[in-house]
Each structure stands twice: as structure tokens, then as C-alpha cells.
């Protein structure tokens, strides 16, 4: 079964600091691996995907299969980043996403 | 292009009653995911259609169902509502063909069960 695990319900951490949101995941093939943002009164959307290695808004996530592990990385944290971050994984012919906790992210000014 | 949409927003029922939601992808999509999403479970796979054929369900009781119809819009019943099913209910869509398994999401719909 796959299984996604966000550790930190909540975080905080001070405009201009580096910001880390962490995600782990088990699953024996090669998933795919998704965040997903939603910020106050919005939508869930997609903040970026591992299989295009992109930067969006500043945020990076490297896909590390060895430590099954696809943390969520910003160097500097800006006030508008405050939002929930979901990670999730979509596996093989599955074409569901498993998501994790979420990561309540408080960026203070 | 428009977004998925949801209808209604919200909604208020009683234990014992049904609800039926709605759904519409955004245009040329055909498959249509639901989610539930509660603040104990997160959000979790209820069921996904594509061209009218449910492909895959999650580990909901048969009290929750769903359809999909020829120009792809989804509904989602749920029957017999337990205070439980209070939750945001949430549908995605995605593209067909191959790439990414990135999915759309609607700003869902959400249930209130007294």
C-alpha cells in the first residue's frame, strides 16, 4: 500500500528564513510526487510536480528515492507563503493521489 | 479555460437523508476524481470516473456513490448520511493521454450533516 507522511502539522519560521516542509512516502515502484498548496479561502491547487523539476515561487523539492523522501525547500520565506502544503503520490496504473497530513505553514513577519 | 466547478457550495441535511453533488471538469477533460476531506482523516480517494466508467474506488462504504455522463460532468450520492459525512467534498479532474497525473481541483462542496 502507499502511504504518505508529512511529519509537522505546523510550522513557523520568520520572513527572509529558509523553509523546509517535509515528506516522506512508501511505495515499492516509481511514484509519482505532487505539492499541493491551499492557500486561505482558495482551491487546492498544484504547486509543483518532481517530474518536471521546476521552481515555483521560489520552492524546490528534489525527489530522493533512496531516503523515499521528497521534502519541499524555500530559501527564503515571504509572508504570502503562509498556507497548507499537502504532498501526495500517484502510483503505477492508480490513478488517484494518496495525500499526506498537510503542513500548516505560518511565515511571520 | 474555466475551472472545475462544483455545485452547490454548501449544503445542510439531516442524518437519515441523502444528497446528491455535482461536478463539472474543466472542458476536454474526461476523468473526474472525489475526495473527502475531513480535519481528522485529511483528504482521502473516494472514486474516479472516466468516459462514464467508474476506474478505480477507494475505501468508502456503498453509501457512497457516483456518475459520470457523456459530456464528462460527474455527480456524487451519497445515501442514509451519518454525522460522519460532514466533510469538504472535493472534485478533480485530469486530462487524458500521457504525462503527468496532475489533477484540477474545484473549491468543493461543503456538507453538513445534523
Known amino acids: 500500500a502507499q502511504r504518505v507522511t508529512q511529519p509537522e502539522k505546523l510550522l513557523s519560521v520568520f520572513k527572509g528564513a529558509p523553509v523546509e516542509l517535509k515528506c516522506n512516502y512508501s511505495?515499492?515502484?516509481?511514484?509519482?510526487l505532487f505539492w499541493y498548496v491551499q492557500y486561505s479561502r482558495q482551491r487546492l491547487q498544484l504547486l509543483l510536480r518532481h517530474i518536471s523539476r521546476e521552481s515555483i515561487k521560489g520552492f524546490t523539492a528534489d525527489l530522493n528515492k533512496g531516503e523515499t523522501s521528497f521534502h519541499l525547500k524555500k530559501p527564503f520565506a515571504q509572508e504570502e507563503d503562509s498556507a497548507m502544503y499537502y504532498c501526495?503520490?500517484?502510483?503505477?496504473?492508480?490513478?488517484?493521489?494518496?495525500f499526506g497530513s498537510g503542513t500548516q505553514l505560518t511565515v511571520l513577519p | 479555460k474555466a475551472g472545475v466547478t462544483q455545485t452547490p457550495r454548501y449544503l445542510i441535511k439531516t442524518r437519515g437523508q441523502q444528497v446528491t453533488l455535482s461536478c463539472s471538469p474543466i472542458s476536454g477533460h474526461r476523468s473526474v476524481s472525489w475526495y473527502q476531506q475531513t480535519p481528522g482523516q485529511g483528504l482521502q480517494f473516494l472514486f474516479e470516473?472516466?468516459?462514464?466508467?467508474?476506474?478505480n474506488k477507494g475505501n468508502f462504504p456503498g453509501r457512497f456513490s457516483g456518475r459520470q455522463f457523456s459530456n464528462s460532468r460527474s455527480e456524487m450520492n451519497v445515501s442514509t448520511l451519518e454525522l460522519g459525512d460532514s466533510a469538504l467534498y472535493l472534485c478533480a479532474s485530469r486530462g487524458a493521454g500521457q504525462g503527468t497525473r496532475e489533477q484540477f481541483f474545484g473549491p468543493g462542496t461543503r456538507l453538513t450533516v445534523l
Open positions: 511505495y515499492s515502484g516509481s511514484p509519482e
Open positions: 501526495a503520490l500517484s502510483s503505477g496504473s492508480a490513478r488517484q493521489l494518496t
Open positions: 470516473y472516466f468516459s462514464e466508467t467508474q476506474r
